[in-house]
């Protein structure tokens, strides 16, 4: 099933040179089906930045159809001609294009035929794919010290760089961390245990400053489809993230 993306109000998908790892894809590539939900970026008039959409169907090489855009409970009303940016997970990749409104319809429900899209741009996700983050945390070496301020600077599904001016301790040390990941403009908190792997020391004119690699330990089903769904969200809105 189809897991939905969260895009930046005017990020142009098509600004990114072709990659191996951000490229040009198929229609079925998507492997979309009928109730699989998408996201797509309204336009700026519908006072409505992102909002959520199902498959209905489509015809190849005419139009896709999904139903009418909704935020909770309210309908956002789209417009022929209105442009929109649409985004979805499937599988093992994530997945944008562009598309026009020809034509929004209300009977017998409520649904939108969006024109075939002529390109789409994917990102292959791989298990342990980093992306580049400045996410302020908290962390405390074992042995109940008190937390201090960190930095993340990149996230995997399996673990993440930290920034730190406290010295955390040594390889395979267990530390604690507390941060909160932006998920659909809802800041989702995180308490998650760690393991340091490797460790980083670089002086400058304020001290030492620490570089972490840590790999998480025991992740929790709910905390892992957090950290999951950060990265797709980040891999398919800002590729140039991604390490």
Same mark, same amino acid.
């Given at each position: 099933?189809? =897991? ?5 109000? &005017? ?13 040009? %894809? ?11 939900? $998408?996201?797509? =970026? ?9 909002? +959520? ?8 090489? $005419? ?25 979805? +997970?499937?599988?093992?990749?994530? %997945? ?5 409104? $020809? ?5 017998? +429900? ?31 070496? =074992? ?9 993340? $600077? ?19 040390? &267990? ?26 020391? =670089? ?41």
């Amino acid at each position: 099933m189809t =897991e939905p993306m969260t895009p930046p109000p &005017h990020e142009d998908v098509a600004s990114t040179a072709p990659t191996e790892e951000h490229r040009g %894809f198929s229609f079925e590539d998507m492997h979309l089906a009928v109730g699989d939900r $998408l996201q797509i =970026e309204c336009p700026t008039a519908t006072g409505t930045s992102r909002a +959520f959409v199902r498959v209905v169907g489509y015809m190849e090489h $005419l139009s896709v159809l999904v139903t009418a855009p909704m935020v909770g409970n309210r309908r956002i009303e789209l417009v022929e001609n209105d442009l929109v940016v649409v985004r979805v +997970f499937s599988r093992k990749n994530a %997945f944008a294009f562009r598309a026009s409104v $020809l034509r929004s319809c209300r009977l017998p +429900f409520h649904y939108v035929h969006l024109s075939f899209p002529a390109v789409i741009q994917g990102s292959v996700i791989r298990k342990a794919t980093r992306v580049r983050t400045e996410l302020p945390a908290m962390v405390g070496a =074992e042995g109940g010290a008190e937390a201090q301020p960190a930095t993340i $600077l990149n996230i995997s599904a399996t673990g993440l760089l930290l920034r730190t001016r406290a010295a955390l301790g040594d390889r395979d040390t &267990h530390i604690r961390l507390q941060f909160e990941l932006p998920l659909h403009e809802i800041d989702a908190p995180l308490a998650l245990d760690a393991s340091i792997r490797n460790v980083r020391e =670089e002086a400058d004119e304020e001290g030492i400053e620490y570089q972490y690699g840590v790999d998480f330990l025991d992740l929790q089903p709910n905390d892992r489809m957090l950290v999951k769904g950060f990265v797709y969200q980040t891999i398919i809105e800002h590729p140039r993230q991604v390490i």
